[in-house]
């Protein structure tokens, strides 16, 4: 190779003549390439180390002009067609950006093809993508008579090429995928010799008519996600029939024109795809449908406003449902639950795997109703697909039967010289449906710069042509994977890729059903990975067993609290739906968010719980052996509850209470007052408690202590009294008969007291235990100190 980065006249001589001896009659030229690799190594070894010998006596200037292949930073932002075709011309435009210290001048633009034909391996073709700088050996010849000069480019200069050439002049024979450098040469102050100062690789994919003979298509399953976070507040009118309280009102956005949502919809609807779908999305949307409001700064649920998105909300649905109308639909668990974290740690709490069973039984009723059709609830997608024998094993309790993995924590057997179906058994009715790592995680970066768009796409498209190459004679199911919540430029360039890889000649597309029930490869990995190998990195996003165990006890709070309502419903499903949002996989990366959310859902039940109280009281007096004592209950809820209410004296000797568990049903909205009979048998201090319960006597909230202070009569009292009702009865009687004999002699009769029938003519006193009418809504005030049983 001459310092300009050109082969002698020599090498290529040298290669024709071992190309020549090395090709056997009948013997394809395929063949002979692979079976020349090694015997070029060998030449191009020879001639690399006489460079070598002679870079040792060579300037210092020249030693060094490797690194200059690196100081022109070339950008590769188009590549058209991106599979070409016999008779066709491939045009490439891009951007140039000097970032070296020193001008660029008398330079062009030239592509660069490599002698040895199409890249043989798919590690091959990663590594070829992710080498930076220039090697003669790995980027072979310029293609002659087909460069584009470009006008000198100071240090910073920045300037834009667009080449064209023929396909035919990229000499290209074999099927296979070939690599394309574009390169930069010029001259520099440090070398002014025409030497390689920036380049950049990409890949065309080679497959003629010819090639398809005996040739068998990779079928390749396409997963569209529609996932989001959660939007909906824990906070809210939960007992109420009023639409829920959202967080944010940031789906109008997303559901709009231009917002992700809208666009993953706009772009799939003419692609075959799965749609995987989070059913709590599909939910949230649905409500937005009918008004919705939104809390104010901070979450704050007092001061809502009404939500913008509901128009939005209306037309992407029916968009979604002509799009999806034919194809197949994965229903994730409601929420999307995370089952790595809950099989590492939430197994550890008893009841958390419930919610799964809950949550996959509500995804798919959820998705049958809002979208129709029969949607797939057997499937199980935990987070990059990574699996181990615990999510296996929690997957299955939630009723997945086949469970999406990825092959860069699946990995395959040493010797396995192809991609494999993705289906293989795992025991126990379970399939694994490992995606291909390489292609499902093609469109994870930014995506932002044209170059980076371009090349994904072209890569993706590349590797699917290598995967069919591999082994042309096996039918492969394949499935791709992508990240859960793609941005706008993401699903794009995901969508080119699928929408270029349909019309290859080499590859069908296939829903998710058909390439999970396709024949196991018998030479595939069917070892689930050990726990040991799962990958720390994502280990370290899971919620701990403490966030498990809030998350119990929040709904053990909330299964006591149902107990006293009369519409369960209006409490039980916007709470479950809550708790199974707090376990979603989406809260991977914003641990404080999951923290906030699972503390809201808590102090928000708590609230209600304590909705439903007893007014406080202070000391009560009795005077006298017997009375009754009012206890008032306040229901601040909007639907009627049932409790139970208990009285329990300190000291069942000095007083004691008649019918001391009382039920009481109190609307939404008001209050009730019970009045409970006592009798004491001796003065003194007694401390009574007040407390609800439900009806299965379990207690209910808090209870309240208060204090009845009894003065009872003295026996000698009561004989004084005794004894002057005697005088005064002996009295009536003297008095009586004094009347009598006046009578006798005409006098007028006067009036004794009593009625005709002879009864006392006072009111009989209310009976104890009644209850009071029901009062409006009253604020928590105290009964007044020093206040009197009634007697």
């Known amino acids: 190779m001459d310092q300009h980065g050109r082969r002698s006249d020599t090498q290529t001589r040298t290669g024709e003549r071992v190309g020549k001896a090395a090709q056997s009659p009948g013997e394809s030229p395929s063949r002979v390439r692979r079976r020349m690799a090694g015997v070029l190594a060998l030449v191009t070894g020879g001639a690399m180390l006489t460079g070598l010998l002679q870079a ?18 070339v950008s590769l932002d188009v590549l058209t067609p991106r599979i070409p075709t016999k008779g066709g011309t491939v045009t490439l435009s891009g951007r140039l950006t000097n970032n070296g210290k020193s001008a660029v001048t008398e330079a062009h633009v030239g592509l660069r093809v490599r002698s040895d034909g199409p890249l043989d391996t798919r590690s091959a073709l990663k590594n070829a993508a992710t080498r930076t700088g220039y090697s003669y050996a790995q980027d072979g010849d310029e293609v002659e008579g087909h460069t584009v000069t470009v006008e000198d480019l100071p240090a910073g200069g920045k300037s834009a090429f667009t080449i064209s050439v023929p396909v035919s002049a990229l000499g290209f024979s074999d099927a296979g995928v070939y690599q394309l450098g574009v390169a930069l040469e010029g001259s520099t102050s440090s070398d002014p010799s025409e030497h390689v100062v920036g380049i950049k690789r990409t890949f065309l994919p080679w497959y003629g008519e010819d090639d398809a003979t005996g040739t068998k298509h990779t079928r390749i399953s396409y997963l569209w996600p529609l996932i989001d976070t959660a939007h909906i ?3 809210g009118d939960t007992d109420s029939q009023r639409s829920p309280i959202f967080l ?113 039984a509500l995804g798919l009723s959820t998705v049958e109703t809002i979208l129709g059709g029969t949607p797939t609830a057997d499937v199980a997608w935990p987070a990059d697909g990574a699996i181990d024998p615990a999510i296996v094993s929690v997957a299955r309790t939630g009723g997945a039967k086949r469970i999406i993995a990825r092959s860069d924590t699946f990995h395959e057997r040493e010797g396995l010289d192809y991609t494999p179906n993705a289906a293989r058994p795992i025991g126990k009715g379970t399939t694994a449906v490992v995606s291909d790592a390489t292609l499902s995680t093609a469109f994870s970066g930014a995506m932002s710069d044209p170059q980076d768009a371009n090349l994904a796409v072209q890569g993706f498209i590349a590797q699917t042509l290598m995967i069919t190459l591999e082994a042309p004679e ?26 270029e890889t349909s019309a290859a000649a080499w590859a069908t597309q296939i829903y998710f059903n058909d390439a999970a029930s396709a024949h196991p490869d018998a030479r595939a990995n069917r070892t689930v990975p050990s726990a040991k190998a799962y990958p720390a990195k994502l280990r370290k996003q899971e919620p701990t067993v403490k966030d498990f165990d809030q998350i119990q006890q929040t709904q053990k709070n909330l299964n006591n609290f ?32 999951a923290t906030a959310y699972r503390n809201a859902i808590g102090l928000y039940l708590t609230d209600l719980i304590g909705s439903v109280h007893i007014i406080e009281k202070s000391a009560l007096t009795l005077s006298g052996r017997s009375g009754t004592i ?28 008649k019918d001391a568990d009382q039920p009481i049903t109190i609307e939404g909205g008001h209050t009730r007052t019970l009045k409970f009979q ?5 003065n003194g201090t007694v401390s009574v408690i007040a407390a609800l319960y439900t009806v299965d006597n379990q207690m209910y909230g808090r209870s309240m202590p208060f204090d009845v202070h009894i003065n009872k009569v003295t026996d000698l009292v009561m004989l004084v009294i005794g004894a002057g009702l005697l005088l005064l009865v002996l009295a009536g009687v003297r008095i009586y008969r004094q009347r009598k004999k006046l009578a006798a002699g005409g006098g007028d009769e006067g009036d004794d007291g009593e009625d005709d029938d002879g009864d006392w003519n006072g009111k009989d006193p209310e009976q104890p235990g009644d209850p009071a009418a029901d009062t409006g809504p009253e604020t928590r005030e105290p009964s007044p100190a020093g206040g009197k049983v009634d007697g």
């Open 248 to 360: 944010d009102d940031e789906l109008a956005t997303e559901l709009g024109p231009g917002g992700r949502l809208r666009t993953m919809v706009d772009l799939a609807r003419n692609l075959q795809v799965t749609w995987v779908v989070d059913p709590d999305l599909l939910a949230t949307v649905e409500f937005m449908t009918k008004g919705y409001r939104v809390a104010g700064p901070g979450g704050d649920v007092t001061k809502t406003t009404a939500g913008t998105g509901s128009d939005a909300a209306r037309q992407w649905l029916k968009d979604l449902r002509l799009a999806v109308a034919g194809d197949q639909v994965i229903a994730l668990p409601f929420g999307d639950t995370d089952l790595a974290a809950m099989a590492h740690e939430g197994q550890k709490v008893a009841g958390v795997t419930d919610h799964l069973k809950t949550g996959t």
């Open 630 to 657: 009012p206890i008032t209950v306040k229901n601040e809820l909007s639907q009627p509850v049932n409790v139970v209410l208990k009285l329990t004296s300190g000291s069942n000797i000095r007083l004691k209470i």
């Open 678 to 682: 006592t009798k004491a048998s001796a």
């Open 562 to 593: 149902v107990v006293i309502l009369t519409r369960q419903d209006r409490v039980t499903v916007p709470f479950g739906n809550a708790v199974l949002r707090s376990m979603s996989t989406n809260w991977r990366g914003d641990a404080a968010g």
């Open 56 to 73: 040792a006596t060579a300037p210092p200037a020249q030693a060094a002009a490797p690194s200059g292949s690196r100081a022109v930073a």
């Open 233 to 235: 507040a824990p906070r």
């Open 474 to 499: 096996k039918q492969r199911s394949v499935v791709v994977a992508p990240q859960r919540m793609p941005t706008v430029t993401q699903a794009q360039v995901m969508a080119e890729a699928i929408h």
